[in-house]
T-cell receptor, first 111, second 113 residues
Framework: SQKIEQNSEALNIQEGKTATLTCNYT??????LQWYRQDPGRGPVFLLL?????KEKRKERLKVTFDTTLKQSLFHITASQPADSATYLC??????????FGQGTELSVKP | NAGVTQTPKFRILKIGQSMTLQCTQD?????MYWYRQDPGMGLKLIYY???????DKGEVPNGYNVSRSTTEDFPLRLELAAPSQTSVYFC????????????FGPGTRLTVL
C-alpha cells in the first residue's frame, strides 16, 4: 500500500540555521507533492506544491526538492526563526488524485 | 472572506449518541473534504465531494455519513458514536481537483466516552 514517512522525532535547531525535513514515500510514484504547516490547535496551511519534473521549488526562505529516484522530498527553511516552529506535513498525491498526509515533523527553533 | 468555518470547536459525546459536524466555506469551491487526525498520525480522508449533490468515500468512511446539498455546506454525520471516533476533524475545500492547495478549517475536537 502507499506509505508516507516523515521523521517522527522533533527537530530542534538554533535560530538562523537551516532546517531540513524529510519525506519518504513507498509503493507508488506521485506526480505532485504538497507541503503544509500546522500550528497547535489549528488546521494545516498550504506552503508549496512541487511537480515531479521540477526537482526544486523555492518560496522566500522555503525550498522543496523532489527526487523521484530516491522517492523522497526534502523541505528546507533557511535562516530559521522561532516563528517557524510548527509541525510540517508532507502530502503527495495518490493514484486516485487524493492527498495522502504524512504524520508530520515537529520543528522547534530556539532563539 | 471567512474561508472555511467549522462548528462546534469541541464536543464530548457518549457512546451511541449522534451528532453532526458542520462545515461551511465562502470561497465558492467545488471540492470539499473531511479528514480526521489522530495524535501523531497524518490526516486520513473520510469523505469528499466534487460538487453539490455528489459525495464519495475516502480512506476511512465507516461510521460516518455526509451530504452536500449546497456548494457552501458539507456536514459530517456520526450516527452511533464510538470511542474509536475520538479525534480532531478537519474540513477542507479546494477550487478544483488536480493539484491545488486545500484550505482547511480550524477543526473540531471530538471525544467519545
Amino acid at each position: 500500500s502507499q506509505k508516507i514517512e516523515q521523521n517522527s522525532e522533533a527537530l530542534n535547531i538554533q535560530e538562523g540555521k537551516t532546517a531540513t525535513l524529510t519525506c519518504n514515500y513507498t509503493n507508488y510514484s506521485p506526480a505532485y507533492l504538497q507541503w503544509y504547516r500546522q500550528d497547535p490547535g489549528r488546521g494545516p496551511v498550504f506552503l508549496l506544491l512541487i511537480r515531479e519534473n521540477e526537482k526544486e521549488k523555492r518560496k522566500e526562505r522555503l525550498k522543496v526538492t523532489f527526487d523521484t529516484t530516491l522517492k523522497q522530498s526534502l523541505f528546507h527553511i533557511t535562516a530559521s526563526q522561532p516563528a517557524d516552529s510548527a509541525t510540517y506535513l508532507c502530502a503527495p498525491y495518490n493514484q486516485g488524485g487524493k492527498l495522502i498526509f504524512g504524520q508530520g515533523t515537529e520543528l522547534s527553533v530556539k532563539p | 472572506n471567512a474561508g472555511v468555518t467549522q462548528t462546534p470547536k469541541f464536543r464530548i459525546l457518549k457512546i451511541g449518541q449522534s451528532m453532526t459536524l458542520q462545515c461551511t466555506q465562502d470561497m465558492n469551491h467545488n471540492y470539499m473534504y473531511w479528514y480526521r487526525q489522530d495524535p501523531g498520525m497524518g490526516l486520513k480522508l473520510i469523505y469528499y465531494s466534487v460538487g453539490a449533490g455528489i459525495t464519495d468515500k475516502g480512506e476511512v468512511p465507516n461510521g460516518y455519513n455526509v451530504s452536500r446539498s449546497t456548494t457552501e455546506d458539507f456536514p459530517l454525520r456520526l450516527e452511533l458514536a464510538a470511542p474509536s471516533q475520538t479525534s480532531v476533524y478537519f474540513c477542507a475545500s479546494a477550487p478544483e481537483e488536480g493539484h491545488n492547495e486545500q484550505f482547511f478549517g480550524p477543526g473540531t475536537r471530538l471525544t467519545v466516552l
